[in-house]
């Protein structure tokens, strides 16, 4: 049995300034992102040059921070913030869906393809083998923060990892965060990167994210404790897995359509 060491959240104070864990995580998120762009455009036949992913990574910042903390809301409480809506912008209190944030990157990289004459997809196949990178990030601040940890072990002589969390009882959890961050954020990354280093049909890569990370998330979701707030919904499965079925339903569509046009070129 291992004990989670309860880190402090703050990782910098200087004066009034606190600069967070979680904070940081971000940055290293975005910044990976920025820099594996950057790398991927070398490739001239993926048709994203350097200076676009300066403007992607403007517009893909607003859509994970909007679209994810308006996905908590919708998702998660919306009654609680109907009944508290000046909640909504205590994003320091925590609160972020990744599916909102998914559905925000979605916008924003539309409003991206419109803006360079690009096709929707052509951009997401170069856009998702960079999101994986920041998955981890996320992960690893959900870990040092010591929140949404995993459900109780049922055999410690099994699960010799299992942790005990600050604020979770005193029986041994799954390090779901860590689980998360090797499927979702290295295991994901590693195979979309291989997958796209040569051309692809259009819609291929975005759809082999849809599928990777919605069968990733959906088989973590059974070792995540449930939203306190939630707990398990119709045939036990909880909102992650409810959320991450559509995902791969897409990613299945999109790659079935995807090998009927194999003339149609992408990353």
């Known amino acids: 049995m291992l004990i989670h060491p309860n880190f402090d959240p703050v990782a910098i104070a200087i004066g009034p300034l606190a ?23 070398r490739d001239n036949w993926r048709g994203i040059s350097h200076n676009m992913i300066d403007d992607l990574l403007f517009f893909g910042v607003l859509g994970v921070i909007l679209g994810g903390r308006l996905g908590y809301i919708v998702f998660y409480k919306p009654m609680y913030y109907l009944a508290h809506p000046l909640e909504v912008l205590a994003v320091w209190q925590g609160g972020m869906s990744f599916h909102g944030g998914f ?12 803006k360079y004459k690009l096709a929707f997809l052509r951009l997401t196949d170069f856009i998702a083998p960079l999101v994986p990178a920041g998955l981890a990030a996320g992960r690893m601040g959900n870990f040092i923060n010591g929140e949404l940890w995993g459900r ?15 604020g979770a009882g005193p029986l041994p959890r799954h390090p779901s965060q860590l689980y998360q961050f090797a499927l979702e954020g290295l295991l994901l990354f590693v195979f979309l990167w ?4 040569k051309p692809r049909p259009v819609g291929a890569v ?8 919605g069968v990733f998330r959906f088989v973590a979701e059974f070792f995540r404790e449930p939203d306190d707030f939630l707990g398990l919904l119709t045939l036990n499965m909880s909102m992650g897995q409810w959320l991450s079925l559509p995902m791969v339903v897409a990613g299945v569509v999109m790659m079935v359509l995807a090998s009927r046009r194999p003339d ?3 990353t």
Do not use: E, K
């Open 194 to 197: 291989l997958y796209s280093r």
């Open 152 to 166: 109780v072990v049922q055999n410690s002589a099994d699960t010799p990892w299992g942790m005990v969390f600050h």
């Open 103 to 114: 559905l925000g990157v979605l916008i924003a990289m539309w409003l991206s393809a419109r």
């Open 19 to 41: 600069i967070r864990w979680y904070g940081l995580m971000y940055l290293l998120a975005f910044g990976l992102f920025f820099l594996l762009g950057r790398y991927r455009t």
């Open 206 to 213: 975005s759809g082999a994210f849809l599928i990777g990370y």
């Open 264 to 266: 149609r070129m992408s």
